[in-house]
């Protein structure tokens, strides 16, 4: 009889699998190509006048007769689908009776053929000439009305005038398939439902899935006994038969109680789809007593609910039409605004048109690129920020919600500016994003939603039974805004798409002019020294994503050699310009004279006084070319090495970087002894993502114990893993225990070697 319905699994109540039917007619599953009955209805003795045993095991004649028999097969091996050929009309003698049903066929997978035999009471009414007039009529005000209310109204005034049920509805889902009667049609002496809403589960999600694919419903008697199959299970596959597309299936005894407890003794549905998923339903209630329309009428009121369908797809796909050249007109402009890079793209949004007209709402703010401004009644930057972190967690392009309250239910939020919002979440925590404030709704429900089902004890058991009253309850809605339209995220979207090529567009230019000065900015060549080798290179970060490292090398009036390797924080632009100013400040100080010491502690007041905000790390070592004596300070980059056959880092005192106010800088000295190395490098050449920074300098410190006098391109290529995630400088001066004089022409050792960045 079906699984037991209780408090646990109601939810999940498998509808498909009832294991009985309505006992208006006869179920026979059929295994094609034998046409054997594999099971059957219990009340076939009742209908047929044939006993079980009778039946089960035997050819489909021993059901219906040998001449039925052969036309169910006829039709079967003919077509692939039979949907469109039913009903089957058949004479089936009962008792020594010849009996009129119709005979409804459904193929299922595996070789099953579902023989549907429906008592046909009263002519067929594709017998009358005037059916197909008044199914045309319908189709034809369908098509005339101007208006989704006229198309509601028309259909339910169809199928009553069609069915003759006492009340014809046409009902509604909204987005979390609560449903509303948004048109009725009935008899005069019953109280209207129209502008009723229900909860949605009163129609479970399970329920929901089965009208999708099954589109029409009937139970001409809501107070039936189900006739059970026999046997209870399939036999060849030992499982229950998906009855889903059976006219005759027994429906949820949940459901069934729901109607006894509404009045209605007979009831039928007809699906409303758009795009393959229920929109609606047209619900028919009658209450006079069992109301049975014949298969053809019901499958003309399921022509007219298709046809609905397709009306309601034109007019809502018009609808969205409309609205999309409407925000396209908006979003051409604020396209075009943004293409002006003299304008910030705040304000280009927030011109004339802007995001307000895009999307209609009380309030936005706007915060790219370091621009946050704000348009309208918005709530407090705090409220914004906790939004905005909520936006962000929901790991989507766009996030909304029309009611934030129960987002954020710890933040006291004023519905006034506040109760719904659109997030637009962009790269690098930009943002754009709408608020709306409270719309305070009324909502009548058909009965307390909050009281949708009851339990009932029942014995040691308990069961869950159906509301009882289906008065009219109204509900004020609080704390939320008016829903964000389909249409207006997709116009969010569509934004989306055009600020972020621009960012991108914007970014680029910023990169190269970045990149042009850095470049401007690195040695075009450095010293050809003697008795020396001397060698760097430069390697910008993946992307182009331009970095703040330099390095410089230069001789002085005396012949001593300054070596420079620094960081500035920070990529682009701002990193390049500030990365100039430090460079050619440092530049200037250590060719006066200054000792590497003095020179970064002169720097550091430059950069704290001229330069707020900056930082900045910078080795600097000036070398006496003779005797190998290094002078050397550190302000908090990482400490050189000193290669030989075994690689120490070089003894410099490490100081705090550059842009820390009151800091003096120590001063080092140390000697590059004959066959000795010292390298000087930025940290993009020892970190890796996922790894520590000791791991890198590890790999370095035997990199260079395996060649100690490696020019800076080898050590690069030896140190390469492929994931550079920010820029690499490396500045390599070896002392040879003796020197050969270079070939003419090219001084070994000498050049500049480095990477061009990429465009």
């Known amino acids: 009889m079906g699984t037991p319905i209780d408090l646990d699994n109601c939810a999940r109540e498998p509808i498909h699998v009832p294991g009985s039917i309505q006992p208006r007619g006869v179920l026979a599953v059929v295994r094609e190509p034998a046409f054997e009955v594999r099971q059957v209805s219990a009340n076939v003795a009742e209908l047929l006048g044939r006993p079980v045993d009778a039946v089960l ?22 077509y692939g689908s039979l949907r469109q050929h039913n009903p089957l009309e058949c004479v089936i003698d009962v008792a020594g009776e010849p009996r009129a049903f119709d005979a409804i066929l459904h193929r299922e997978p595996g070789g099953v053929l579902l023989v549907e035999l429906e008592i046909a009471y009263g002519p067929r009414p594709f017998s009358f000439p005037n059916t197909y007039q008044a199914v045309r009529g319908a189709v034809e005000e369908l098509n005339r009305a101007a208006t989704l209310t006229e198309l509601y109204a028309t259909a339910a005034r169809a199928v009553r005038d069609l069915t003759g049920f006492d009340r014809v509805m046409v ?108 929109w609606g339903l047209i619900a028919c209630h009658h209450y006079a007593g069992t109301h049975l329309p014949p298969f053809g009428t019901r499958a003309a009121t399921e022509f007219l609910g298709a046809t609905l369908s397709l009306r309601l797809v034109d007019r809502f796909e018009d609808e969205q039409l409309q609205k999309r050249l409407a925000a396209q007109a908006v979003l051409g402009k604020l396209t075009a605004a943004t293409l002006d890079d003299g304008e910030s793209l705040t304000a280009a949004l927030l011109g004339a048109p ?60 004023d519905p006034q500016l506040a109760a719904g919002a659109l997030v637009i979440n962009l790269p690098d925590g930009q943002y754009a994003v709408w608020f709306r404030r409270e719309v305070l709704r009324s909502v009548d429900w058909g009965g307390d939603p909050y009281n949708k089902a009851i339990a009932v004890s029942e014995g040691d058991g308990v069961r869950l039974s159906p509301r009882k009253s289906f008065d009219r309850w109204r509900e004020i809605v609080h704390q939320r805004s008016e829903p964000w339209k389909p249409s207006e995220c997709e116009s969010a979207e569509s934004l989306r798409r055009h600020v972020v090529e621009s960012l991108y567009r914007r970014t680029r230019g910023a990169l190269r002019m970045a990149e042009m000065v850095q470049r401007s900015l690195l040695p075009e060549s450095i010293p050809a020294l003697e008795s020396w080798r001397l060698s760097a290179y430069y390697e910008p970060a993946a992307g182009g994503n331009v970095g703040g490292d330099w390095y410089d090398a230069f001789e002085l009036r005396d012949g001593r050699l300054i070596l420079l390797v620094g960081d500035v924080a920070g990529h682009g632009i701002t990193a ?103 390298v000087m490098y930025s940290d993009g050449l020892v970190e890796r993502r ?16 395996r060649a100690c006098d490696a020019p800076a391109s080898r050590i690069w290529t030896a140190m390469d893993s492929g994931n550079i995630d920010d820029d690499v400088t490396i500045v390599a001066l070896w002392r040879p225990r003796t020197f050969a004089v270079p070939t003419a022409g090219r001084p070994a050792g000498c050049r500049t070697v480095r990477r061009t960045p990429p465009d």
């Open 171 to 278: 009902y509604r889902y909204d987005e979390e398939y609560n449903g509303e009667v948004v048109a009725e049609s009935k008899r005069d002496n019953l109280n209207s439902f129209l502008g009723l809403h229900y909860p949605s589960t009163d129609i479970p999600a399970q329920a929901r899935a089965l009208y999708e694919k099954n589109w029409i419903r009937l139970i001409s008697d809501v107070d039936y006994a189900p006739a059970p199959l026999v046997p209870s299970v399939d036999p060849a596959s030992d499982t229950p038969l998906d009855l889903t597309y059976a006219t005759l299936r027994s429906v949820s005894p949940i459901h069934v109680e729901y109607l006894q407890n509404m009045g209605v003794h007979a009831s039928m549905s007809i699906s409303l789809l758009r795009e393959g998923r229920l």
């Open 57 to 78: 095991g035997r050819h489909l004649s021993a059901l219906i007769g040998h001449q039925q028999a052969a036309r169910v097969e006829q039709v079967a091996a003919s």
């Open 354 to 413: 802007d995001l307000l007209d895009l999307v209609p709402a009380e309030g936005v703010v706007v915060n790219i690129q370091g621009d946050r401004q704000a348009r309208g009644s918005v709530p407090p930057p705090r409220v914004v920020a906790a939004v905005i972190d909520w936006a962000r967690g929901a790991d989507d392009e766009i996030a909304s919600s029309e009611c934030l309250a129960s987002e954020l239910p710890a933040l006291d939020l």
């Open 576 to 678: 390049a310009g500030t990365m100039a100013q430090l460079r050619n400040a440092l530049r200037a100080q250590l060719f006066a004279g200054a000792t590497p010491a003095e020179a970064l502690t002169q720097l550091n007041d430059f950069c704290v006084h001229m330069l707020p905000g900056a930082f900045a790390t910078v080795v600097a070592a000036r070398v006496d070319l003779d005797s190998g004596v290094v002078q050397a300070a550190c302000a908090g980059h990482l400490i050189p090495y000193l290669t030989n056959s075994a690689t120490v880092l070089a003894p410099i005192e490490l100081s705090p970087p550059i842009g820390i106010r009151g800091v003096t800088y120590a001063p080092s000295e140390f000697t590059v002894e004959p066959g000795n190395g010292l």
């Open 690 to 705: 996922g790894e520590v920074i000791d791991e890198g300098l590890n790999r370095l410190a035997e990199t260079l114990g």
